[in-house]
């Protein structure tokens, strides 16, 4: 599978490359079918969008550190920490354990995740799914 993308790339073009907009962003990385399950709620590629526009309203910048990472054939799996900086000036960090199911041409047809806050206030708990 040539070209399959990854979280970093996904996490880097969704959050912090803001020369990009979000439907951009996501056409690149996601399927049209795409559906996540974060931290046990299902949201489908509008939803996820609308989330990604969210992030993008309370990030300012940051970057993802990959831990691990695993693709076997159509399947996906990685261990990721987000570390992000708010327009308020905090900081924020969430590890994230990932399952994921590509597409032939390699973009994210599925995504289940599992998040939690490493670095962040008591309001950034659910930044994850936050919309």
Do not use: C
Request: aromatic share 6%; charged share 25%.
């Amino acid at each position: 599978m040539s070209g399959t993308t990854s979280i970093a790339a996904a996490l880097n073009d969704l959050l912090f490359d803001r020369q990009l907009d979000v439907d951009s962003a996501v056409t690149r990385h996601f399927a049209d079918g795409y559906r996540q399950r974060t931290d046990g709620v299902w949201s489908d590629r509008t939803e996820f969008a609308a989330h990604i526009t969210h992030l993008r309203d309370v990030l300012v910048g940051g970057h993802v550190e990959v831990h691990d990472e695993l693709i076997v054939g159509n399947r996906y799996a990685d261990r990721h920490t987000v570390h992000a900086s708010k327009v308020d000036g905090s900081e924020i960090a969430f590890e994230v354990l990932v399952f994921a199911e590509l597409t032939p041409d390699g973009r994210f047809q599925q995504i289940i995740e599992t998040t939690r806050m490493v670095t962040g206030g008591e309001g950034d708990q659910h930044l994850g799914s936050a919309r």
